[in-house]
């Protein structure tokens, strides 16, 4: 009885201590920052940039600290605690946000969009307003979209993927979403969804025979080094946005989410200029080590094998139908 009470007691006080901490959190002048990337990263850059200006146009009543390299956790644990405001902002991608907000499994669908500036295209307007009222329903305010460039797959079987059969019996890591798994599957290979951080350590050990990044990831996390064969079959084209918990931004004025929005969007252009630099950058420095990389110069094959990804992804969420005639629409 006693020993139970005390459980009670200690139960209690670590709720307590708990909610006095999120509620700190929260506070505007002490946001906590979550980011996944290495330091020196364009994601990583532009956040930083965005705390100086919020702090800037605000004069002072926003201010915050990023914690770099996934100290706080995987994207999941991230996402939910957005939702309960043990972080104020982050980084995402959007494609394992599929899992919360459903309507932004749309940008996950392979070839959506025709190329980078297409995506921006769709982004910057009416669909990306849409996605990002959508997120806020979860928790989430989207005050600008980062890049993230195109995902192809790599691998350390040594095989050059030119077309979909050379996926076959190959076994990927994917980012945590079903559509992922799908997209896979429907290349006749097989998929295994993983956090990011143990994506490395997987490729070395032969856990998974490849997968799939931008040249920036693939670089910066050296899986360059155990996985040297990049094909660039450019099947996903993922925005990530910079995030604000709606916990946190509810307790500024209406004239500080105005300064704290225009700082979001000006991190954005210039991680966006980042992004296309380090592209570069690291497409050479993965081929100078040695990497065997080949394009793809027809990739109607892989686009004709999506079929039954988009089925399923409109089979779960009908929602997605109108949106992807949206982005169709936008030229
Ligand atoms: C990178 C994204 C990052 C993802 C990662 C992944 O920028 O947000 O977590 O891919 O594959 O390109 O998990």
Redesign the pocket.
Known sequence: MIKALSKKVVATAVLAASVALISASAQAGDWKGWN??VKDYP?SVGMEKFMELANKNTDGRVSGKVYHGGVLG??ADAISQMQLGGIDFA???L??LGVSVPETNVVSLPFIFKDMDHMHRVMDGEVGENLSAAMSKAGIIALSWYD??S?SFYNNKGIAINKPADVKGLKF?V?NNELFVGMVEALGGNATPM??SE?YQSLKTGVVDG????W??YESTNHFDVAGNYSATQHLI?P?CLCVSTRAWDQLSDADKVAVKAAAVESAKLQRVLWAERSAQSKAKVIAAGVKYNEIADKSAFQDAMGPVYEMAIKKNPVLKDIIAAIKAVD
């Not at 997968?211 to 931008?214: I, L, R, Y």
Request: net charge negative; no cysteine; hydrophobic share 35%.
């Open positions: 996944i990337h994601v995987n994207q980084e995402f991608n494609g394992p993230s460039g995902r890591r980012m956090a990011f994506v997968a799939e990044n931008n920036p990831s993922i990530e």
